[in-house]
């Protein structure tokens, strides 16, 4: 249910997700590009919409982009074992493969699975995140059913800015980085590159859980370590007054053991690599008429050993350029682009298809009049595999009175099938096996906002209701149970309250949210998806010393479709502290489930106990 009790709010308050800020001085208000395509102040978009600057990341200390992912308002998260492991993030309760993953623009995710591979994603070389909570086809196309979270890498600024990182903790873990970023007149460059290692612990929970068919279990009790290494960079110019070139690129490789379920011991690990190369031109080509010109290549890697049998490899390559026009009008701004992206599949296994094309043209309108806020988006997919598809957006925001703001909003979104849905080759009628004749996966979302803003306070409350249509499901006949056809439906509700208090050298944020994500026909809950969540944060920045402390948990949830599997609630207390030893050099330190409490995010997974981290950094001011 939507409708919450004057008691239940209050109660809501003393516990809510928000970035962590400092606003001890003053600040340019953030800016937004995710909700609308142009920027924006994140205040005026008339979305939800998170923005994690690098500051951000830095103070909070989280180990990783799901961790830091995990404390936002209406995202869920779940990791099948310790770090590296295969996550899903699940916003607002749709399924993981319906969230769009952006890297500095471009469509960076696996073609097979669906699902954008977050964990290969490291903190180090990360500038900004923007999160945009709701369906975003009308913007972005196919995967944005549930949001889109877009990651922009680090760039230039006037001047010479290098920065050093290392740092030991729990399982020992080493990470460490170095960043030389700088610029000259128009120029900028920035080059980042990092490692980290860690033995781990062993990532199976139940012995019993994971035997196998013989009565044996593979639990072996070995640690599960992770590695990865970062190479990122970007380079720009400025020419004419307001025109501009540059490139950019990122480089990860990651590996991930883990225990296999069977009855032979075997060390398996899944190798990970992501890569990402992009180009823009912008040019001013009026006055009022901005045109930005993309081309980019994103590729997402994982080579499998299982077993002592050979690998499995999956490896997708999404080829993508677009053209945007940015145009001031005597009324609003338009919005017109036309995008192309042709992804290609290089497995070892063998797919019917293993190519597709997809053609796009976007076109919208943002207004500011007096009191009222308009945007009007629509867009239209040309797919190769099974042809067009259009979808829209229209959102309105109305000032009340400077204090008070309120929105409203009506979007449609699609998904595409991913490959293996449509191609996975049939072993048995009965074993999961794809098919060609699916049809793209369907939303339709109506969300309402309302904010109050009055002197160092700020509330928000968000609520939507999104229905999705067509989910791709196995086939409920007995005897072609593995194949895959449109057939679920399921209707996702909620409610999002945060609230923000800054008093001097002081930041309280709480807050928490409320989720109704259910199979429409069974009346089952959809599976990991929390009904509850929220957190409650406290944070104080001095000359010397900042430090934070944190509370978040979960309530109870189900890991199966069924909901007969159980997993219980979770609540986890942090905190971290930063020493300025001298002018450039800071001293950081982090402590994690400080009560070592006991929970699962996927059932059979161990989840990390009490642990800490310290770490130096050198950074000149």
Same mark, same amino acid.
């Given at each position: 249910?939507?409708?919450?009790?004057?008691?239940?709010?209050?109660?809501?308050?003393?516990?809510?997700?928000?970035?962590?800020?400092?606003?001890?001085?003053?600040?340019?208000?953030?800016?937004?590009?995710?909700?609308?395509?142009?920027?924006?102040?994140?205040?005026?978009?008339?979305?939800?919409?998170?923005?994690?600057?690098?500051?951000?990341?830095?103070?909070?200390?989280?180990?990783?982009?799901?961790?830091?992912?995990?404390?936002?308002?209406?995202?869920?998260?779940?990791?099948?074992?310790?770090?590296?492991?295969?996550?899903?993030?699940?916003?607002?309760?749709?399924?993981?493969?319906?969230?769009?993953?952006?890297?500095?623009?471009?469509?960076?995710?696996?073609?097979?699975?669906?699902?954008?591979?977050?964990?290969?994603?490291?903190?180090?070389?990360?500038?900004?995140?923007?999160?945009?909570?709701?369906?975003?086809?009308?913007?972005?196309?196919?995967?944005?059913?549930?949001?889109?979270?877009?990651?922009?890498?680090?760039?230039?600024?006037?001047?010479?800015?290098?920065?050093?990182?290392?740092?030991?903790?729990?399982?020992?873990?080493?990470?460490?980085?170095?960043?030389?970023?700088?610029?000259?007149?128009?120029?900028?460059?920035?080059?980042?590159?990092?490692?980290?290692?860690?033995?781990?612990?062993?990532?199976?929970?139940?012995?019993?859980?994971?035997?196998?068919?013989?009565?044996?279990?593979?639990?072996?009790?070995?640690?599960?370590? *992770?590695? /990865?290494?970062?190479?990122?960079? $970007?380079?720009? #110019? =400025? +020419?004419?007054? &307001?025109? !501009?070139?540059?490139?950019?690129?990122?480089?990860?490789?990651?590996?991930?053991?883990?225990?296999?379920?069977?009855?032979?011991? *075997?060390? /398996?690990?899944?190798?990970?690599? $992501?890569?990402? #190369? =992009? +180009?823009?031109? &912008?040019? !001013?080509?009026?006055?009022?008429?901005?045109?930005?010109?993309?081309?980019?290549?994103?590729?997402?890697?994982?080579?499998?050993?299982?077993?002592?049998?050979?690998?499995?490899?999956?490896?997708?390559?999404?080829?993508?350029?677009?053209?945007?026009?940015?145009?001031?009008?005597?009324?609003?701004?338009?919005?017109?682009?036309?995008?192309?992206?042709?992804?290609?599949?290089?497995?070892?296994?063998?797919?019917?298809?293993?190519?597709?094309?997809?053609?796009?043209?976007?076109?919208?309108?943002?207004?500011?009049?007096?009191?009222?806020?308009?945007?009007?988006?629509?867009?239209?997919?040309?797919?190769?595999?099974?042809?067009?598809?259009?979808?829209?957006?229209?959102?309105?925001?109305?000032?009340?009175?400077?204090?008070?703001?309120?929105?409203?909003?009506?979007?449609?979104?699609?998904?595409?099938?991913?490959?293996?849905?449509?191609?996975?080759?049939?072993?048995?009628?009965?074993?999961?096996?794809?098919?060609?004749?699916?049809?793209?996966?369907?939303?339709?979302?109506?969300?309402?906002?309302?904010?109050?803003?009055?002197?160092?306070?700020?509330?928000?409350?968000?609520?939507?209701?999104?229905?999705?249509?067509?989910?791709?499901?196995?086939?409920?006949?007995?005897?072609?149970?593995?194949?895959?056809?449109?057939?679920?439906?399921?209707?996702?509700?909620?409610?999002?309250?945060?609230?923000?208090?800054?008093?001097?050298?002081?930041?309280?944020?709480?807050?928490?949210?409320?989720?109704?994500?259910?199979?429409?026909?069974?009346?089952?809950?959809?599976?990991?998806?929390?009904?509850?969540?929220?957190?409650?944060?406290?944070?104080?920045?001095?000359?010397?010393?900042?430090?934070?402390?944190?509370?978040?948990?979960?309530?109870?949830?189900?890991?199966?479709?069924?909901?007969?599997?159980?997993?219980?609630?979770?609540?986890?207390?942090?905190?971290?502290?930063?020493?300025?030893?001298?002018?450039?050099?800071?001293?950081?330190?982090?402590?994690?489930?400080?009560?070592?409490?006991?929970?699962?995010?996927?059932?059979?997974?161990?989840?990390?106990?009490?642990?800490?981290?310290?770490?130096?950094?050198?950074?000149?001011?």
């Amino acid at each position: 249910m939507l409708l919450m009790t004057a008691g239940s709010v209050a109660a809501v308050l003393l516990m809510a997700p928000a970035p962590v800020r400092a606003q001890t001085e003053p600040t340019l208000a953030p800016q937004v590009v995710t909700a609308s395509r142009q920027g924006q102040r994140a205040e005026d978009a008339l979305a939800s919409v998170e923005v994690i600057e690098r500051v951000d990341i830095e103070r909070a200390g989280a180990a990783s982009l799901i961790d830091v992912l995990r404390t936002l308002p209406g995202v869920r998260v779940t990791a099948n074992g310790g770090r590296g492991s295969n996550a899903n993030v699940y916003i607002r309760g749709a399924e993981a493969r319906h969230t769009l993953l952006l890297v500095d623009g471009l469509r960076v995710g696996s073609a097979t699975s669906g699902a954008p591979t977050l964990e290969t994603i490291p903190l180090d070389m990360i500038e900004r995140i923007e999160i945009l909570r709701g369906p975003a086809s009308a913007l972005y196309g196919s995967e944005a059913i549930g949001g889109v979270i877009q990651v922009f890498t680090r760039k230039g600024e006037t001047g010479f800015h290098p920065e050093l990182f290392v740092g030991y903790g729990s399982e020992d873990t080493f990470k460490g980085s170095a960043t030389l970023s700088g610029g000259t007149g128009r120029l900028r460059y920035s080059l980042s590159a990092g490692k980290e290692r860690t033995d781990g612990y062993d990532s199976k929970r139940d012995p019993a859980y994971w035997a196998g068919s013989g009565g044996r279990s593979s639990w072996w009790g070995d640690r599960d370590g *992770f590695r /990865s290494d970062l190479l990122s960079g $970007s380079l720009s #110019l =400025g +020419f004419r007054e &307001r025109d !501009e070139a540059g490139v950019s690129f990122t480089r990860t490789d990651a590996r991930n053991e883990y225990d296999a379920s069977g009855l032979t011991y *075997f060390n /398996s690990w899944i190798d990970k690599k $992501s890569r990402t #190369l =992009g +180009f823009f031109l &912008r040019n !001013e080509l009026a006055a009022g008429w901005t045109s930005t010109l993309r081309l980019g290549r994103s590729e997402d890697r994982s080579l499998t050993q299982a077993s002592a049998a050979l690998p499995s490899r999956f490896d997708t390559r999404q080829d993508q350029w677009g053209w945007q026009h940015d145009v001031d009008l005597p009324l609003g701004r338009l919005l017109l682009a036309y995008e192309s992206v042709t992804s290609k599949l290089d497995s070892s296994n063998q797919y019917r298809r293993n190519s597709r094309r997809v053609d796009s043209v976007v076109a919208g309108w943002t207004a500011r009049l007096g009191a009222h806020d308009v945007q009007i988006n629509a867009r239209h997919d040309d797919n190769s595999q099974f042809g067009g598809k259009t979808t829209g957006l229209l959102a309105y925001g109305y000032d009340l009175s400077p204090a008070w703001r309120v929105r409203a909003s009506l979007a449609s979104a699609f998904n595409a099938p991913t490959f293996n849905q449509l191609y996975w080759p049939m072993t048995s009628p009965t074993s999961y096996h794809g098919n060609p004749d699916l049809k793209p996966e369907e939303a339709l979302n109506r969300e309402l906002g309302v904010r109050w803003r009055g002197g160092n306070h700020v509330v928000e409350l968000s609520a939507f209701d999104n229905k999705v249509t067509g989910l791709i499901a196995n086939n409920p006949e007995p005897a072609l149970r593995g194949q895959q056809i449109n057939l679920g439906e399921a209707r996702l509700r909620g409610l999002e309250l945060a609230y923000t208090l800054s008093a001097g050298a002081f930041e309280f944020m709480a807050g928490a949210d409320t989720l109704s994500a259910k199979d429409a026909r069974s009346g089952l809950h959809l599976p990991r998806r929390a009904r509850h969540a929220g957190f409650v944060r406290l944070l104080r920045k001095g000359q010397r010393v900042d430090w934070g402390v944190e509370f978040d948990g979960a309530g109870r949830r189900y890991d199966d479709a069924a909901n007969s599997a159980r997993l219980h609630g979770y609540a986890l207390a942090g905190a971290w502290l930063h020493y300025r030893v001298a002018r450039d050099w800071r001293i950081e330190a982090r402590a994690d489930n400080l009560l070592d409490k006991d929970y699962e995010l996927a059932r059979g997974y161990r989840t990390p106990g009490r642990s800490a981290f310290v770490g130096v950094r050198y950074a000149p001011r």
